[in-house]
């Protein structure tokens, strides 16, 4: 089962971290393939928190091979900062490599970043502000920087002029702001590139070596199949693929390699920053999810919007992505309560939608069809084997899964490393 992809089903945050984390022992490399420090992943190992934010999960694994393939967008000073972090725990990152076309984070794009949000005002997307959305509209724009131009000055320096030139007029006379400096930008760039060098690599090649050897290559994403920039809730996502179709583009493998796509879906939803969400809850019971399940960003600490689960997205995701397992994670968040509503359909303006409209007015407008399903109050952080879960866990668990789109192979139940039912092998 050589190549994996594991992708969020939702709106991110659902557990990415800790599924590739679990798969680690399992694999031999693992890819980030879209996105940069803007994700968020908390993992729990023992009594030990790990939060990741450029670097995939999978690098806690010893022996597991880590790369940032050529989607990534990367913030080079953020790399080295969370890089030196768990050298100082113990973890061996010997192994890292970055791809050479990877694009690179330069001051001007969080600047931008922070300056476009906050001139939108209340149309503001809520972005990370990590400069994600400038960097990857430079890519596309082609006047981007890539790791390998910082290995070149004469290049470097004509590339952040060309840039420079551009954006200064929008800093100055746009948004009120002082120009910035190509010396600057260069200057910080080039001093990057001896500690940098022996980690970049043509990583598209090394994936490709490694399949052809039969090794197990774990592509993971950030963010989610909803804030992907396609097939998300557009103009509220974020910049890049965030679907299995990105695992290609953003790693440079071709897709039939792909035999399986794990989809994480969380047993409720949640979402942050802006944007349609319609299963949100402004009531107690939204409390009661965000308390229980300590729903706080990992990288911007925000509160994250909370609603139940929806159905209808899930077998969105699970089309998009074309997932053969699902991971339904935090179900123990819902213990202790009476009933559990789930999200079965959309009202939108009085016409039932079963699937999630195309249309994002239509999406804006939906109001969610709730079935209700029984609650328990047993703790259910002990369960191992699916037979461990109170029935009505259970039943939750069979109804979702038959309006899912996929099989649902894996429960956790916990955050730690070993709170997981596993139902069926999912590399197996
Ligand atoms: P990611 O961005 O998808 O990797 O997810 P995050 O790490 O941002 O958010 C998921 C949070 O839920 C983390 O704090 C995890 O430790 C925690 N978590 C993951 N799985 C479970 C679970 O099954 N139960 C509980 N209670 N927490 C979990
Ligand atoms: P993980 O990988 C949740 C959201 C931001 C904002 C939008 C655009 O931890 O699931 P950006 O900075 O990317 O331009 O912001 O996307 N967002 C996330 N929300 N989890 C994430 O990552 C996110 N990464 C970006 O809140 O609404
Ligand atoms: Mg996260």
């Not at 806690?60 to 100082?88: K, R």
Request: with cysteine.
């Amino acid at each position: 089962m050589p190549a994996v992809v594991i992708i969020g089903a939702q709106w991110g945050d659902e557990g990415k971290g800790k599924a590739t984390d679990l798969l680690g022992s399992r694999i031999d490399y693992v890819v980030k393939f879209n996105g940069g420090n803007n994700a968020g992943h908390t993992v729990v190992i023992g009594d030990q928190k790990y939060a990741l934010h450029l670097l995939p999960s999978g690098i806690l694994s010893p022996g597991v091979t880590p790369i940032i393939g050529n989607g990534v967008v990367v913030d080079i000073e953020v790399l080295f900062d969370e890089l030196d972090a768990l050298i100082a725990r113990g973890v061996d990152v010997s192994r890292l490599k970055v791809s050479a076309n990877a694009h690179v984070i330069t001051h001007y794009h969080r600047t931008l970043d922070k300056v476009t949000e906050r001139f939108l005002g209340k149309r503001q997307i809520g972005t990370t502000g990590r400069g994600i959305g400038p960097t990857y509209a430079d890519k596309i724009n082609r006047v981007g920087i890539r790791v390998q131009d910082i290995f070149d000055e004469g290049i470097l320096r004509q590339k952040v002029e060309a840039a420079l030139d551009q954006k200064n007029h929008l800093l100055v006379k746009i948004y009120n702001r002082r120009a910035i400096e190509a010396d600057e930008i260069v200057e910080s760039l080039l001093s990057y590139a001896p500690r940098l060098k022996p980690m970049v690599a043509d990583t598209a090649l090394e994936i490709h070596q490694a399949l052809e050897a039969d090794k197990t290559v774990l592509f993971e994403a950030g963010q989610a199949t909803m804030l992907d920039v396609d097939h998300g809730t557009y103009p509220f996502v974020t910049s890049s693929s965030a679907t299995a179709g990105g695992a290609s583009t953003g790693s440079g493998i071709g897709p039939g390699r792909i035999e399986r796509v794990i989809g994480i879906v969380k047993a409720y939803t949640t979402r942050v920053g802006a944007g349609p969400f319609p299963t949100e809850l402004f009531d107690a019971s939204g409390e009661f999810l965000r308390a229980n399940g300590f729903e706080f960003g990992t990288t911007t600490g925000r509160p994250r919007r909370c609603g139940w689960y929806d159905a209808p997205i899930a077998r969105y995701s699970a089309r998009i992505n074309g997932v053969t397992d699902f991971v339904l994670t935090k179900l123990d968040v819902l213990t202790g309560l009476e009933t559990i509503p789930v999200c079965v359909a959309y009202d939108v303006d009085g016409v039932r939608h079963d699937e999630v409209p195309v249309s994002q007015s239509d999406f804006h407008h939906a109001v969610p069809i709730y079935e209700e399903f029984p609650g328990w109050s047993d703790d259910i952080t002990g369960a191992r084997e699916f037979s461990d879960l109170p029935q009505a866990a259970q039943d939750y668990v069979l109804a979702v899964e038959a309006m899912s789109g996929a099989r649902i192979s894996a429960i956790g139940v916990g955050p730690g490393r070993d709170a997981i039912v596993t139902r069926h092998d999912l590399l197996g």
